[in-house]
């Protein structure tokens, strides 16, 4: 026991207040770590059920570690067979106990895992958390062990049985009921690695029937490294496509893990998987559908249907602001090691990091797109036909000219300069240009006829000037919001013509 628990001294003790009592030793912990535990375990969390994923991935991480240190050469059974999650439910003693065979946890680690947030300045971070600053606190939550508190969202009692791996260890129990005193003491016959009761809540004794639990590890943990059994029953399986290297994905996997995360029969259209590590780190596949857009799709408020993961878990399943809203026909996932893994939804809505991951997505997106437009002209055209409506609202609604010119990219308009029903892409227009003329033309009529024996037009026609054709009302709006692309403006032709016939 550290040197300030044996002698209580209130200068040297920075953790807990030790009282003597029968069964072993009660501490009672700091202030602020009471603070913030209070706050992850009763207002972090958006759902009660992510307990279940925080406890998982403890459990996964304590394995992958364990993994890790057998591979240093540390003497270590490393068989397939320890390296699984076991969960059990029991509804008469309404419990539900997460076993690992992980690194497990020393005495030390028990205390230090929960402790170590009172030194990690948790005052600011209280405090930041309390005035609901959209910050990134990944500092401290994001760490091991804070999740672990959640469970007493559920719990009226946590046991939690570990032997540390290290060569000499001994096991022990820690329990709790959440409300700042926990008592430890050495334990017999604990298995390497941790095990940990959850004595539910009346309230909350749905997590301990079996098909709740599967329910949730399908929805939060269906990609976690470690198999998981519930009951002895393998509950996840699911392979995390996007981790892999994109060449080795086949088409087929891709329809089944579109049909997963798109929750329907079509497949898709277009598949763009790729990862990078800067400036964030993303790993994602996105999918655009083969079916078009129903009108409920088209909704402004149309959530969209990429999920966000951190390192293999889910953070949120219809992550609205990880895609700008044109986009929100893209479906699939989104996995960054960036995001805290434990934080919760009202956290992660406006972040700085969601913002960047949000532009980095973009960005690639745009870029996908354009390569489909130069590369199979065919099928972006039969696509642009489906989607362009997101496409013109992505540029009505973005607030920088860059931007907008970015996703300008992108539209499709028919052109005098190519015959009906074929189009072009305003780079391919300025690829045409000469060198005297300065401007971008479009003219706005119902149709090409009325279009090409406009007044207007004759006099381009004669000059051999290329005009945009658009007949919709929408696409004019779209050409005089955008106002200048690639540094040169666009012009009505009716505009110009009056212009002109005034300026005679
Ligand atoms: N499963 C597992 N395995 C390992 Cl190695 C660790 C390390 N920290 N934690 C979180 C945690 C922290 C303090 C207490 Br008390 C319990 C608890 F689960 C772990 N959980």
Redesign the pocket.
């Known amino acids: 026991i550290p040197a300030c628990h044996r002698f209580h001294t209130s200068v040297q003790c920075c953790q807990e207040a030790v009282k003597e009592n029968d069964e072993g030793k009660t501490y009672e912990f700091q202030a602020e770590t009471r603070m913030l535990l209070d706050i992850v375990a009763k207002s972090l969390y958006s759902e009660k059920e992510v307990f279940i994923r925080e ?1 998982i991935s ?2 996964s ?2 394995i992958e ?1 364990a993994r890790y240190l057998a591979l240093q050469g540390k003497p270590l059974d490393s068989t397939e067979a320890t390296m699984k999650i076991h969960i059990t439910t029991d509804k008469y003693d309404k419990t539900l106990t ?1 076993q ?1 065979s ?4 020393t005495k030390e ?3 230090e ?2 402790g170590t947030i009172a030194r990690s300045g948790s005052k600011a971070f209280i405090k930041q958390l309390q005035e609901g600053g959209g910050g990134d606190p990944q500092n401290i939550i994001g760490q ?6 959640s469970a007493f969202m559920v719990a009226e009692k ?1 046991e ?1 049985y ?1 032997k ?1 791996r290290l060569p000499g260890s001994v096991g022990y129990c ?1 329990s ?1 009921d959440g409300c700042g005193r ?1 008592t430890i003491e050495e334990s017999t016959d604990v298995e390497p ?2 095990k ?1 009761i959850c004595h539910l809540k009346l309230s909350c004794r749905e997590f301990a029937d079996e098909q709740t639990v599967k329910g949730v590890i399908r929805k939060y943990s269906s990609f976690v490294g470690s198999p998981i059994e519930v009951n002895g029953e393998q509950a996840n399986s699911i392979q995390p496509l996007w981790l892999m290297d994109p060449k080795e994905v086949s088409a087929e996997q891709h329809d089944e893990f579109y049909r997963y995360v798109s929750s329907s029969y079509d497949k898709p259209r277009f598949t763009l998987h790729y990862r990078t590590d800067a400036p964030i780190d993303l790993r994602c596949v996105l999918y655009i559908p083969e079916g078009k857009p129903g009108l409920f799709d088209l909704h402004q408020g149309a959530q969209g249907s990429v999920a966000l993961y951190c390192r293999r878990v889910l953070i949120m399943n219809k992550a609205e602001n990880v895609v700008p809203k044109w986009l929100r026909f893209l479906k699939g996932v989104v996995d960054s090691e960036d995001i805290p893994l434990n934080l919760s939804r009202e956290l992660l809505q406006d972040s700085a990091l969601i913002r960047k991951l949000r532009t980095v997505i973009q960005n690639r997106a745009i870029r996908f797109l354009y390569d489909k437009s130069r590369k199979e002209a065919e099928s972006y055209s039969k696509f642009f036909g489906d989607y362009g409506i997101f496409i013109k609202e992505g540029i009505l609604s973005s607030q920088e000219q860059v931007e907008k010119e970015e996703i300008a990219k992108l539209i499709l308009y028919e052109t005098s300069a190519l015959p009906p029903t074929q189009k072009t892409t305003l780079p391919e227009y300025i690829g045409r240009m000469t060198a005297d003329q300065r401007d971008i033309y479009y003219l706005a009529a119902p149709s090409r006829e009325l279009a090409e024996s406009s007044p207007y037009y004759e006099s381009l026609k004669k000059r051999n000037v290329e005009v945009l054709f658009c007949y919709e009302p929408y696409d004019e709006v779209v050409f005089m919001q955008l106002r200048d692309f690639n540094s040169k403006k666009i012009v009505s032709v009716e505009k110009e013509m009056r212009e002109d016939k005034d300026a005679v």
């Open positions: 406890l403890n459990a991480d304590a570690k997460i690992d992980g690194t497990g946890m680690e028990l205390v895992n929960l091991f062990g804070v999740g672990f508190y946590v939690v570990s540390s820690w709790s926990y690695g941790t940990i």
